[in-house]
Nanobody, 126 residues
Framework: QVQLVESGGGLVQAGGSLRLSCAASGSSISINDMGWYRQAPGEQRELVAA???????SYADSVRGRFTISRDNAKNTMYLQMNSLKPEDTAVYYC????????????????????WGQGTQVTVSS
């Protein structure tokens, strides 16, 4: 199994910045794509930004130019730098990882599978 731990959420004024982190752990994990999703009350979960194994990134139109996604493959960690935050950015942000892991039980690679973090609240005040 692969476990994801998110951090960095909080309360910030409009125009401020936050940096979210997502650390993946497991047995000899191999991470493919990684991404950040968000979900506001009464809204569907939406993709905010994604980064593949080679470092290619993509962004939702609503955050392009303000948010930057990055990853450290050596640390199995992903980041989301959020600048010029707006009240409409308020949501629970979820880390998503597509990864394979080593099974000591079956002595073979398992996956890849999709994994989700616990979510971290980002609140932007007016």
């Amino acid at each position: 199994q692969v476990q994801l731990v998110e951090s960095g959420g909080g309360l910030v004024q409009a125009g401020g910045s936050l940096r979210l982190s997502c650390a993946a752990s497991g047995s000899s994990i191999s991470i493919n794509d990684m991404g950040w999703y968000r979900q506001a009350p009464g809204e569907q979960r939406e993709l905010v930004a994604a980064v593949d194994r080679g470092g290619s990134t993509s962004y939702a139109d609503s955050v392009r130019g303000r948010f930057t996604i990055s990853r450290d493959n050596a640390k199995n960690t992903m980041y989301l730098q959020m600048n010029s935050l707006k009240p409409e950015d308020t949501a629970v942000y979820y880390c998503h990882v597509n990864a394979a892991y080593w099974s000591s039980t079956f002595y073979r690679q398992k996956g890849p599978y999709d994994y989700w973090g616990q979510g971290t609240q980002v609140t932007v005040s007016s």
